[in-house]
């Protein structure tokens, strides 16, 4: 424990499912909670990614050294409450000096009841976590006991064994009006969105391109969804294991091909397993705003703002389709590397195409350059797309942005609808 942050508040512990301890001092609610340990390198944005619906059951380990400068403010909230399980930070700042805060993040944390802990060397954390993959933690106020404590985590459910996304989508459906510009008025088009846990962020970046959008439980059936003849529809972001949630992928399938569709994170994932892909748990995903990515239709790098333990295994959608992947001689080359690692592509500036059973042609349109993960598809023979990234950021950079505008030119039957400059679309 850092002995410079000797205080009058309680001892905590940190166990992880590596038998690895960590002694520090409770900040936030007291007494024990237990999840997914990840870490997120977002260098602010503390109050988006602990109000981020997508954390539900995880234990979230900022970076960054010190968090909560700036307090809490009510307009950065990206749900209406607070789901993660939750916070490892080193340095806590319990006296925030910001015009717009009303209240300190500790005090937010207790507020909603959420444990955390400083004090605790988040280097050596991200590391262990970044050799060994995601595991299961606990924090506590209450049981000190290392060896106890270990065992307890070891005997915990692990992330999949929960429906996160029951727990965090609206339990009713509601609308939302679409945000109009006076100068540049637009037709309104309207969108149904399925809620597995949609930011308060992405619904702003969806209706800020001239479309109302009416949002639905995540169990609603797509028959429906159909029957209120909606313009497009929109799957969300959302926590948990993709391959638990048969339901959603269910009803992505049923929706591919009557209706534009555009997904997001978690809504994603649902489009892929709806094509019969295969998704796989990274080792330890990718949590921050600072992950490169390279839009393989222009060329052009987005540093995008991310939060995902799953991914797509592009393999799996089908086979390559070689006169609209480069040529003989490029996919030779690429069955001869016999690897998953997708910036062979982005190093020639070819976005793939494969043949899918279900739903034909499917393109790759973005690669993590970081790690050559997939981060986005595009159907060609039907009207659907999807990114693994947030677009909206909240928080992060906003090089992404474009992907609602081009939801929207979907929507209006524009062929290239993904053809857009990063710099377009930022306008929230």
């Known amino acids: 424990m850092n002995p410079l942050l000797a205080t009058d508040a309680p001892k905590a512990l940190l166990a992880l499912e590596d038998g690895t301890t960590f002694e520090g001092l409770s900040v936030g609610a007291t007494g024990e909670t237990f999840g997914e340990l990840v870490f997120n390198t977002a260098m602010s944005g503390y109050q988006e990614v602990i109000s981020d619906p997508s954390y539900a059951g995880q234990v979230v380990t900022f970076t960054y050294p010190q968090i909560g400068n700036y307090g809490v403010c009510p307009e950065d909230m990206q749900s209406d409450g607070v789901d993660l399980a939750g916070v490892v930070v080193c340095d806590m700042c319990h006296t925030p000096n910001n015009w717009r805060s009303i209240g300190s993040l500790p005090d937010f944390l207790a507020e909603h009841g959420i444990v955390g802990i400083e004090?605790?060397?988040?280097?050596?954390?991200?590391?262990?976590?970044?050799?060994?993959g995601t595991m299961r933690c606990a924090i506590s106020t209450e049981d000190l006991d290392p060896a106890s404590l270990v065992a307890r985590v070891k005997a915990a459910p692990s992330i999949s064994e929960t429906n996160w996304v029951a727990k965090v989508s609206t339990a009713e459906p509601y609308d939302v009006n679409a945000l109009i510009d006076i100068d540049h008025p637009r037709k309104r088009l309207r969108v149904t969105a399925l809620d597995c846990g949609e930011k308060f962020g992405i619904l702003r970046g969806v209706v800020g391109v001239g479309i109302d959008m009416h949002v639905v439980p995540?169990?609603?059936?797509?028959?429906?969804?159909?029957?209120?003849?909606?313009?497009?529809?929109?799957?969300?972001?959302?926590p948990g294991d993709p391959r638990e949630l048969p339901e959603p992928a269910r009803c992505a399938k049923e929706l591919l091909g009557k209706v534009p569709v555009f997904g997001i994170c978690l809504g994603h994932q649902m489009i892929c397993q709806a094509a019969?892909?295969?998704?796989?748990?990274?080792?330890?995903?990718?949590h921050g705003g600072n992950q490169p990515v390279m839009n393989l239709l222009s060329g052009m790098v987005e540093v995008t703002a991310q939060n995902h333990n799953y991914g797509l295994v592009f393999s799996s959608l089908g086979e390559i389709d070689v006169e609209l992947s480069g040529g003989k001689e490029v996919v030779d080359a690429w069955n001869a590397a016999n690897t998953q690692d997708l910036r062979f592509w982005s190093e020639r500036r070819i976005a793939p195409v494969v043949n899918n059973e279900r739903f034909g042609r499917i393109r790759l349109?973005?690669?993590?350059?970081?790690?050559?993960?997939?981060e986005g598809i595009q159907f060609l023979d039907?009207?659907?797309?999807?990114?693994?990234?947030?677009?909206?950021?909240?928080?992060?950079p906003k090089d992404a942005a474009y992907m609602f505008e081009a939801f929207r030119r979907l929507i209006?039957?524009?062929?290239?609808?993904?053809?857009?400059?990063?710099?377009?679309?930022?306008?929230f």
């Open 119 to 132: 004090g605790v060397d988040t280097r050596e954390i991200t590391l262990r976590v970044r050799d060994t």
């Open 218 to 238: 995540w169990d609603t059936p797509a028959e429906k969804i159909l029957a209120e003849n909606p313009d497009g529809v929109f799957l969300s972001n959302g």
């Open 276 to 286: 019969g892909a295969q998704i796989e748990k990274l080792p330890y995903g990718h």
């Open 365 to 374: 349109t973005h690669v993590n350059l970081n790690d050559g993960t997939p």
């Open 382 to 396: 039907i009207p659907a797309f999807s990114a693994q990234y947030h677009p909206e950021a909240s928080p992060g």
């Open 412 to 427: 209006e039957g524009d062929p290239n609808y993904l053809a857009i400059d990063v710099r377009e679309g930022r306008r």
